[in-house]
């Protein structure tokens, strides 16, 4: 199978008036189909930057990054946003739900964006996911009435009501405590074994780790490390 | 797409009522919208208003004047001064041309000139009255020793008012400062001996008391009297804002003279009564006190201080009469006329309501209150073109009102005298007039009158005589010319032929429909330039000078400062809705990031402004319509001689049209659309970037 994310030999600068900031020096790196992987690494490591080539918010000043066989350094910006409508879902450390919006209202925005599937079609969709994030009850609560968990469920919903290929979370956990941070990882790694969808997130907590498949270990923007995770998760792969 | 619409107006909705700013934008556009549904109501129905008083009154919808003039046409003046107009080469032809173009409706001939007259003081007007009796006295009239007995008296009186006055200033003034001559005149004529020799001589009495007594008294004004001349039956049948207020119209095809009742008011109306009069409206219609306002304040004390030209006006039986009647109103003892004048005019907020009453009841009745009264015969002395001056009689019918411009100083100081009159006044006299005239130049040897004479019997001649020069060059004749003759011209009648077949300096064209003008002016111009009529057309805009324009100039001033008012709401709405979009761009990089186009976003703030606009300017729309339909239905009083003009009446009915609401809609969609461009714009350029970095 062709790996959904593929990239060679990126380099990501950024430009502060005259002074270069190199996040990422030259990366490789191939993510397959199912896999559910983390991205590690200290603080300015380049995590984030990392998962924004790869989300197609941001582009590569050098390197290649293909996603879902795309070559996105080759695509206009109408295209890129077409791609991450299509094959990205994107969960983000501070949820980021549309406060004006209802849970439900929330979830079903990325299909009416996409404008694939009517509205039986959409709401059979969106109440079925809802359920599985355990969220159903909440289907008219403002995200301001929820709590940082409940708020980090409907943001999984809404990454996945597409159904994209691929969903990337920059340390969705970051503003949970522990055991709801544990909560939302098991939900996304059931997701990822239900549908086969292919997770990419990035934490620094260790325990969050354990879940995944393998480890992507950064330092100073490159890659140090391509590891298997230690622990229980090791015993469940 | 429906579907994206949908969110689009669910988040614009939400977002509305989410947001603070979004009110403050929201109350902007709600009072824009009203002010502009008031405001443009409020204007066009003042331009309506306007339009139709300055139409209905003088101007008609177009006027005609010759192309050869030398000016352009002023109807309300030029700069003070009279446009130089030629005559219309043949203006019965032009009539004819002119009705025969459709849509025309009327065409009313016209002349527009104007005099200065004396309006005489009141020793000038007792003197003429003696000397018209010592005429009749000396052409062997029998009858008169009474009147001419009590005429005596008057101006005797009025020599003693004349001597206290003197006598007083002397007592508190600097000697050098009264003129010797002014005190020897006086006393001259106070004396017996003066009177006793009149009925030897009293022609020489009287050059005395006019030479040397009447100049003391300095209270002649002189008047600027502009007039138009016109067919007074068609004018006043074409012209539905006129109104005759005093006598009634001039009978078709006679010669006669209607004074604009403003104009009578203010220029020939006893000074006392006219302040009496407008404090009196000031108090009634303004609702002003009299205390605290400098204007109203001044006229009661220029009413206290100026009661001479009272005292004058009346002889020894009529003062007396005076004087016991305010003793009994004011429950004086005071023995002086002046002195119980100025009680009476000393007047405040509490008392004057039953001052003015007794003015009017008890000392109104002994006076003359205007300096000419309706059936006098008017002597206007005018230049002609030549240069000449030029003294024609006419009898005064009447006044008039000009509905809506009745207070304007400037529309309503427009007189109206019959064409053969004006014509007279022109030098451009009718064939009989002319005809008149050379016969009593021969009888009188055509003896010229010098220019220093010519002068002093322009400015210096009472405006009421009763007898009837035609032509000051026949100064002669004065006197002599049976007054058979004048009554003989102010009964003639003149056919429409006579009328319109002499010098006519331009004519009002009223048509169907106002809508018509653009159209008529160019088929004029055509048609003049076909038939060779000399002619030149002009809208009643133009032809009335700043007086038509003031209503687009108004308009062009208060659309100047909408547009003003519509920028700095340009500048608060973009400022605003840039606040917004910085406020959110977490959400729109959220959007962009799930995949949302940049014309979702340019369309999500678009969207809000626009259901912003709509919901707002809806109710702004609502709003303004009430207030409309309140003002509509109370009318909107003036409140000052200005407002009163721009309402052309002492009440504006303003009324709404739909378009109105239409227009304010529009443009408040417009101006919210091209403020919200740039934080649109803005919005669109938000990276998804900003998606994945944490929130603050
Ligand atoms: N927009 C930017 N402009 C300039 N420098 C940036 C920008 N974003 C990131 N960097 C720099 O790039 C490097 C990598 O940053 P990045 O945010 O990818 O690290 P990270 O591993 O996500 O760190 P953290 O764990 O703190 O989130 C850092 O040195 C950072 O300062
Ligand atoms: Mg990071």
Redesign the pocket.
């Known amino acids: 199978m062709p790996p959904i994310v593929s990239i060679v030999d990126v380099v990501k600068e950024?430009?502060?008036g005259k002074v270069v900031?190199?996040?990422l020096q030259g990366v490789s790196l191939e993510v397959h189909p199912g896999e559910f992987i983390s991205v590690a690494?200290?603080?300015?490591?380049?995590?984030?930057?990392?998962l924004?080539l790869i989300g197609c918010v941001d582009t590569a000043t050098r390197g290649q990054v293909s996603v879902g066989g795309n070559d996105t350094g080759k695509l206009s910006e109408r295209q890129l946003t077409s791609l991450r409508l299509d094959t990205i879902g994107f969960i983000f450390q501070s949820f980021n739900l549309v406060s004006v919006l209802t849970v439900y209202q929330n979830v079903e925005l990325p299909l009416l964006l996409a404008r694939r599937l009517d509205s039986a079609e959409r709401r059979g969709r969106v109440n079925g996911l809802l359920e599985q994030v355990g969220i159903a009850s909440h289907e008219r609560h403002r995200p301001s009435e929820l709590s940082g968990g409940q708020r980090q469920r409907v943001a999984v919903a809404r990454a996945l009501v597409t159904e994209p290929k691929l969903v990337l979370a920059?340390?969705p956990t970051a503003n949970l405590d522990s055991a709801t941070g544990q909560n939302i990882i098991d939900l996304m790694k059931e997701m990822n074994r239900r549908k086969g969808t292919t997770f990419i997130f990035?934490t620094?907590d260790p325990k969050v780790m354990e879940h995944a498949n393998a480890v992507i270990r950064?330092s100073d923007?490159r890659i140090a490390g391509r590891d298997l995770p230690r622990g229980p998760a090791e015993a469940r792969a | 797409m429906i579907s994206a619409f949908v969110v689009l107006v669910r988040i614009a909705l939400r977002n509305l009522f989410a947001s603070a700013i979004n009110l403050v934008i929201g109350a902007i556009i709600l009072f824009g919208t009203a002010l502009v549904v008031v405001g443009g109501a409020l204007l066009d129905s003042v331009d309506r208003a306007m339009s139709s008083s300055v139409i209905g009154s003088v101007a008609g919808h177009l006027q005609v004047y010759s192309a050869a003039s030398r000016d352009e046409l002023a109807l309300y003046g030029d700069f003070g001064g009279e446009a130089d107009l030629s005559p219309i080469q043949d203006f019965p032809k032009v009539k004819r041309a002119l009705l025969s173009i459709e849509g025309v409706r009327k065409v009313v001939p016209m002349g527009i000139n104007a005099a200065l007259v004396a309006s005489g003081n009141t020793v000038d007007l007792v003197l003429a009255e003696l000397r018209e009796l010592s005429n009749r006295k000396a052409k062997k009239e029998t009858g008169l020793e009474g009147e001419l007995e009590a005429q005596k008296q008057h101006v005797r009186q009025i020599i003693r008012v004349l001597r206290g006055d003197l006598e007083k200033s002397l007592a508190v003034m600097d000697k050098s400062a009264i003129e010797p001559e002014d005190l020897a005149a006086l006393e001259q004529v106070s004396k017996d001996e003066f009177w006793a020799g009149f009925d030897r001589d009293p022609f020489g009495a009287l050059e005395f008391l006019e030479n040397r007594v009447a100049p003391q008294v300095s209270d002649a004004d002189l008047l600027y009297l502009r007039y138009v001349g016109t067919d007074l039956g068609e004018f006043l049948r074409s012209f539905d804002r006129i109104r005759i207020v005093d006598g009634g119209p001039v009978p078709d095809g006679k010669r006669g003279f209607l004074f604009a009742k403003f104009f009578y008011e203010e220029g020939l109306k006893l000074k006392t009564a006219r302040r009496l009069d407008k404090i009196h409206e000031a108090l009634a219609q303004s609702g002003k006190k009299i205390a605290g306002d400098p204007v109203l304040e001044r006229y009661v004390r220029e009413n206290q201080s100026q009661t001479r030209d009272i005292v004058l006006q009346l002889g020894p039986e009529k003062t007396r009469l005076a004087i016991e009647r305010l003793q009994r109103a004011l429950l004086s003892k005071e023995q002086e006329l002046s002195a119980l004048l100025s009680s009476l005019f000393a007047t405040d907020d509490s008392n004057f309501q039953e001052r003015y009453r007794i003015f009017y009841e008890q000392v109104a009745p002994l006076l003359s209150l205007y300096r000419v009264r309706v059936g006098d015969t008017l002597t206007i002395k005018a230049f002609t073109r030549s240069g000449n001056v030029r003294s024609v009689n006419v009898k005064v019918y009447g006044t008039f009102a000009m509905e809506g411009l009745d207070k304007s100083p400037l529309a309503a100081a427009a007189n109206l005298m019959d064409l053969m009159t004006f014509r007279d006044l022109y030098g451009f006299p009718s064939a009989e007039t002319a005809e008149e005239i050379s016969a009593m130049k021969a009888a009188a040897g055509a003896k010229e009158v010098d220019r220093s004479r010519a002068e002093e019997e322009l400015f210096g001649g009472a405006l009421v005589t009763q007898g009837s020069p035609v032509a000051i060059e026949e100064s002669a004749v004065l006197g002599v010319r049976p007054r058979s003759r004048a009554e003989q011209l102010e009964d003639r009648v003149y056919t429409a032929e006579e009328i319109e077949s002499g010098v006519v300096l331009n004519a009002a064209v009223l048509l169907d429909d106002a809508g018509r003008v653009p159209g008529v002016l160019r088929r004029i111009e055509e048609l003049s330039g076909r038939e060779r009529l000399g002619l030149k057309a002009v809208s009643w805009q133009k032809a009335s000078g700043i007086l038509g324009q003031m209503a687009t100039a108004m308009k062009a001033a208060l659309f100047f400062s909408a547009g003003i008012v519509f920028v700095i709401a340009m500048v608060i709405i973009n400022n605003a809705m840039m606040m917004a979009t910085l406020q959110r761009t977490q959400t729109i990089g959220t959007l962009r990031a799930i995949g949302a186009q940049r014309p979702f976003v340019l369309s999500m703030v678009l969207v809000e402004t626009l259901v912003l606009g709509f919901l707002f300017g809806g109710g702004g729309a609502l709003l303004g319509s009430l207030v409309m339909l309140l003002l509509g239905a109370r009318g909107i009083p003036a409140f000052d001689d200005a407002t009163y003009f721009f309402f052309s009446g002492p009440r504006l009915f303003p009324t709404l049209e739909v378009a109105q609401i239409a227009f304010a809609l529009g443009i408040v969609t417009l101006v919210s659309i091209v403020s919200t461009l740039i934080p649109a714009v803005v919005a669109t350029r938000v990276s998804p970037?900003v998606a994945m970095q944490a929130e603050e």
């Open positions: 950024y430009r502060l900031v190199p996040a690494g200290p603080s300015g490591s380049g995590k984030t930057t990392l924004n920059d340390e990035s620094h950064l923007g | 970037v």
